[in-house]
């Protein structure tokens, strides 16, 4: 399977939601809404729930499931206000202790006139310094879709999990190809050379592992959610042995590491 199938099935339109998995994953889920500051942001869904008798809080990107529900949620496109509930309700978890299961399933932020005026830059940027230092563990699934630093503004974490048919990425392909072809009609040929795919980035090291779907999540999505809450829950009961300063340590690390590239041993003779 290309890299740009894989894009389409992560774009597949039965395929679940964040919230029909954490309705799966978490059935005493209780949401929470609003940032305090302006108003709730549907695109991102957030609150409590238990897993195997463990309590955590659970964010989730939601696009929704049909046009009318799809334009509620605005496409799974977040607002700065999503992104500050959704750090309020991160540092709620780490005030009480409770691991952080995050979702990433968006195209990208909003870009929108009124969204960058409410500081939209600011609240991703603001994620990712509150997420790298939170003292408690944060677990990231990348469900379908995960686009640029909307999909970042949420997933900086101890361990990162991603569905096989799941792709991750600075921005979409249609979009790589306009910038890098003047030819959006070439996504299929970018797609191939970004390096998007879960076997890519798990090759890459920046995640860590790669949750089996089966037949797929479109067609079967039993499979892959009984598969997720299986990895889920063991590595919930892995990481909360480890002590909290070494968490923290091996979270910056891992995020200071992406992007390193050795192209080969310097040549002695020149030292």
Do not use: C, W
């Not at 964040?18 to 059935?27: A, D, E, R, T």
């Not at 997933?155 to 991603?162: A, P």
């Amino acid at each position: 399977m290309s890299a740009y199938e894989k894009v389409k099935l992560a774009r597949h339109p039965k395929r679940p939601t964040s919230k029909q998995v954490i309705k799966k994953l978490f059935p005493d889920f209780i949401e929470l809404k609003g940032d305090r500051q302006f108003k709730d942001d549907p695109s991102i869904v957030g609150g409590i729930g238990s897993i195997e008798g463990i309590p955590v809080t659970v964010i989730g990107q939601e696009k929704g499931v049909n046009t009318e529900d799809k334009i509620y949620h605005n496409f799974g496109m977040p607002h700065p206000e999503g992104y500050r509930k959704a750090i309020r309700l991160m540092l709620q978890a780490e005030k009480f202790q409770r691991p952080i299961i995050s979702f990433i399933d968006t195209p990208g932020a909003y870009p929108g006139l009124g969204a960058e005026a409410r500081g939209q830059a600011q609240a991703i940027a603001n994620n990712l310094k509150v997420m790298m230092g939170l003292k408690t563990t944060i677990i990231v699934v990348v469900l379908s879709e995960g686009g640029s630093g909307g999909a970042l503004a949420i997933g900086v974490g101890d361990l990162i999990m991603m569905f096989e048919n799941s792709v991750y990425a600075i921005l979409s392909p249609e979009g790589f190809a306009s910038i890098l072809y003047k030819d959006s009609k070439r996504a299929k040929e970018a797609a191939e050379i970004m390096k998007i795919t879960a076997k890519d980035l798990k090759e890459l090291g920046i995640i860590d592992e790669i949750i089996k779907e089966g037949q797929g999540l479109h067609i079967d999505p039993e499979i892959g959610i009984s598969q997720l809450k299986m990895s889920l829950i063991d590595a919930l009961k892995r990481l909360s042995r480890k002590p909290i300063r070494r968490k923290l340590i091996s979270r910056y690390q891992k995020f200071r590491q992406i992007g390193l590239y050795v192209e080969g041993e310097e040549d002695e003779s020149t030292n």
